[in-house]
């Protein structure tokens, strides 16, 4: 059956009332095909994350009404080998607290500090640098932010072939690592690589249909942004800086300002949403931000160091690249798929930005 969780928004919640609810819903999961794996509750946010097993997500919205009433505000499909890489735990704490009534009674946020990792396409460093080199680069890269995760306590959540995920629950560790990475990784190394580091703090569920998915979005638009060190965070992991004893060196990072954060956000949603379409330009750009064309430019060339009509450009471009690849080489269909208005002025600038022709990038695939 699938896997699912769930939030629920309940302030004032205590952890003996989270253990309390738990219970009433293990007496009629049975009644709804459902098991109750386990929970997290965060008592200073007033926030609870259900782990449940089930046949659809109405009979876990179901089997709560009825147990305790208290209907959850999203629920989620998860899988579980990614909630444990994420969450460290599918089942309750080992260690939970029995009570005198023999209920299991813990608490504990699930908030998370995402560490992303990204680095130039390895299709496109092959083709530059060559198969042996480049796959030498790989090994050093995966083995030095593995050796940072286990020095951290860092849990890799995932890993791909541009970049990886990993979460931590503490942000001045989360940092520690990151910038130990960037320590042990030559600047030759680094700099071939095109290596960049996000960090963003969040909870599993969110706007987002996917675990943890709105802050690992945020903290791949963060590795966008240019930085001295490579290393940016959000302000949201700043804040969380003050809950921790060890405070690393701020200036081996970058902190993003909330209002620039809110502008990332803005930006790269107006970019997901409306890159495929030939007639978005900086003008609707503009509009749509509500901020003047000197005003956009401006933040463009802070955060990014290029104007707006390259930025536009250039994600186009990367997404053309991965439609590429999932299209099975359809320059033709990429072209238009991805807002461009001809193949040839595709072509063109597809070569300007990676190096290459978007016939040599398909052949480079295989």
């Known amino acids: 059956m699938p896997i699912y969780m769930d939030i629920h928004q309940v302030p004032g919640i205590e952890a003996i009332d989270a253990a309390e609810a ?26 609870v994350f259900c782990l449940i097993e ?15 009433g208290l209907v959850p505000n999203k629920i989620i499909e998860v899988k579980n080998e990614v909630v444990e890489s994420f969450l460290g735990r599918i089942h309750d704490p080992e260690d939970a607290e029995i009570s005198g009534t023999g209920l299991k ?14 680095m130039t396409d390895p299709v496109l460093l092959r083709y530059r640098l060559g198969v042996e080199n480049v796959n030498g680069l790989l090994n050093r890269l995966k083995t030095t932010v593995r050796k940072g995760l286990s020095a951290y306590g860092g849990r890799e959540a995932e890993h791909a072939g541009k970049g990886s ?33 996000g960090l963003h703090a969040g909870e599993p569920v969110a706007e987002s249909d996917k675990l943890f998915g709105d802050s690992i979005q945020l903290a791949r638009y963060l590795t966008t942004i240019t930085s001295n060190n490579g290393i940016v965070i959000s302000s949201g992991v700043k804040a969380l800086l003050a809950r921790d004893y060890r405070q690393p060196d701020e200036g081996e990072f970058m ?19 409306n890159w495929q379409e030939t007639d978005f330009d900086v003008p609707e750009f503009c509009r749509a931000l509500a901020v003047s ?7 463009t060339m802070a955060l990014w160091g290029m104007p707006p009509k390259l930025l536009l450009k250039g994600f186009r471009l990367d997404k053309a690249r991965e439609l590429l690849k999932r299209q099975s080489g359809n320059i033709s269909q990429t072209t238009f798929d991805s807002g461009f208005s001809s193949p040839s002025y595709f072509t063109k600038c597809f070569k300007e930005r990676f190096g290459l022709l978007p016939a040599r990038y398909v052949d480079a695939l295989s």
């Open 22 to 47: 738990h219970q009433k819903d293990m007496l009629i999961q049975e009644e709804h095909q459902c098991r109750c794996m386990t929970y997290w509750v965060d008592v200073d946010r007033g926030v």
């Open 54 to 68: 089930a046949p659809d997500k109405s009979d876990v919205e179901e089997m709560h009404r009825k147990s305790h």
């Open 105 to 118: 009674v813990f608490s504990g946020p699930a908030t998370r500090i995402l560490l992303v990792t990204e």
């Open 165 to 197: 995920i990993a979460s931590f629950s503490s942000a001045a560790k989360a940092i520690s690592c990151a910038v130990e990475i960037r320590k042990n990784l030559s600047d030759g190394d680094w700099a071939m690589a095109g290596f960049r580091i």
């Open 255 to 273: 902190t993003l300002l909330p209002q620039d954060e809110i502008l990332v956000k803005s930006l790269f949603t107006l970019l997901e949403g």
């Open 293 to 299: 064309k000197s005003g956009l430019y401006r933040k």
